[in-house]
């Protein structure tokens, strides 16, 4: 038995749930990763796992021994982090998985800098709005918005609050009347970016009062910049992300609405597997991120 490989596998298997996601985690056989477990419970003389055809736990004992290889590994990796970063040359594959329209809009025509900045590192930036498992999909750090952002045991840094925008362009406008209130919007074609976490209801501030208004439509769509060109061809109106039309403002082809009320604001993160030490691959990125998204 390779003791190391036993205890990452046994830490692997616990944290992802299940054998089979080890199994893709590691690049193993699902047989090797049993032999692994097996191995270890032989070698401890204790069962560690209870495992059934449907479902996985720990034992007690597995418990208590989880929590102290967990700690082990960590130590251990951390020692390689410290002698990595003493070289002080970021290196190796980076996966990010990012939303499509923000990563176009704020920060892909910034991503060569960063490569030419670090010839030691490659990227493989994943465009995706969906929100990835990391862990289980290997992924070193995500992008996410949200304004309540989940409890997931990641770390979880914040790059931006990217504030909202009531829009719509003046021949919407002219045809539909403009909402004096946000009770108005159940009067008009709302358009709805289905990803959002108020994709049915939007909220608007104005100082007093807060409200809290349903909204319907014909169209809904998992892209912003769908959003936008529906709203520049007249389409409907809809809450969108100010940096995302800020130049259709600027030139006129949107109008924003009822600009005493503020809709809700969506906080940026960039989150990360929880590790006590981070690369220096992860830890520059993160970097750029901030230094990208404060501009």
């Known amino acids: 038995m390779d003791r190391m490989t036993a205890l990452t596998v046994f830490r692997n298997v616990v944290e992802l749930g299940s054998f089979a996601a080890a199994s893709r985690q590691l690049g193993l056989s699902p047989a090797a990763i049993s032999k692994n477990v097996s191995e270890l419970e032989a070698h401890l003389s204790v069962r560690l796992i209870n495992r059934t055809t449907r479902r996985m736990s720990l034992t007690e004992a597995g418990t208590l021994y989880f929590e102290r290889v967990v700690q082990a590994l960590d130590d251990l990796a951390e020692a390689d982090g410290i002698l990595q970063a003493a070289q002080n040359t970021p290196s190796g594959l980076l996966r990010v998985s990012a939303p499509m329209t923000v990563t176009l809009v704020r920060l892909s025509d910034a991503i060569p800098k960063f490569l030419l900045r670090y010839p030691e590192i490659s990227l493989d930036l ?35 609050t990217m504030d909202h925008v009531l829009c719509a362009a003046p021949s919407y406008l002219e045809t539909h009347g403009r909402p004096q209130q946000p009770e108005d919007l159940a009067q008009h074609n709302c358009i709805q970016f ?45 809450v969108i992300p100010r940096m995302y039309v800020a130049q259709d403002i600027a030139t006129g082809r949107l109008c924003p609405v009822l600009q005493d009320w503020t809709p809700n604001e969506t906080s940026l993160y960039a989150v990360y597997p929880s590790r006590r030490f981070i690369v220096s691959k992860v830890r520059v990125f993160l970097d750029f991120l901030v230094d990208e998204m404060s501009a």
């Open 126 to 160: 994943r465009l995706d709005d969906r929100r990835v498992n990391l862990v289980e999909e290997g992924f070193d750090i995500a992008l996410r918005g949200s304004d309540n952002l989940e409890d997931s045991g990641l770390i979880a840094r914040k790059l931006a």
């Open 194 to 238: 289905s990803l959002s976490d108020h994709a049915t209801k939007w909220t608007f501030h104005n100082g007093k009062r807060t409200a809290s208004v349903p909204i319907s439509g014909r169209y809904k769509v998992s892209s912003s910049l769908a959003v936008r060109d529906a709203l520049c061809a007249g389409f409907g109106i809809s």
